[in-house]
């Protein structure tokens, strides 16, 4: 016996037609865009649960409920925080250079503003990316220093070449030897 698992034009359009259909029934008499239940609904329930039931499992359940309002304002006020963090984090890369993961391809350049807001978002090269892309951070200076041809120095000093060793002699400060 053979099974096909593939869905044949007519089949496909049948299907919608009845998830449609379902969907539309489930959603008659409810608000649009309103939770089938939000939290007041769940403490009425709640409340009239409680009321039927003996004194200890009340004040058992009631401590549970305590503990889980307290940990949801916790996990409420540790989003504000990481959000928070985002963002002085992102505001610390102003004047920096940066690498940006796109897509697959790598963004190299210097963040020259960042915006506010939940997620913020940096200006490099004139075009704005998430911060959440940010693969690596270099200074300035540090960028600058790896973008100077090979054998110069970025703050302008002459260096020797490769094979030159500087003396150390105070009295023949310019002189080089070989190695």
Known sequence: ????????????????QEVTTFNRALNDGKGAGKPALDKNDFLKILITQ????????FIAQMAQFSSLEQMTNMNDNLNKVATLVAKSQA?????????????????TGVVDAVTSGDLPQLLVNGQYYDYSQVQKVKTAAAAAAAAAP??????????????????????????????
């Open 150 to 179: 090979a054998g110069q120095v970025s703050d302008g000093a002459d260096a020797a070449e490769p094979d030159q060793v500087q003396s150390s002699d105070p009295a023949e400060p310019g002189r080089t030897s070989k190695e």
């Open 91 to 107: 505001v610390s890369l102003l004047g920096n250079a940066v690498e940006l993961d796109e897509g697959g391809r790598t963004v």
């Open 50 to 57: 409680l009321s039927h039931q003996d004194d200890k499992a």
């Open 1 to 16: 016996m053979e099974i096909s698992l593939l869905m044949s034009p007519q089949e496909q359009s049948k299907l919608s």
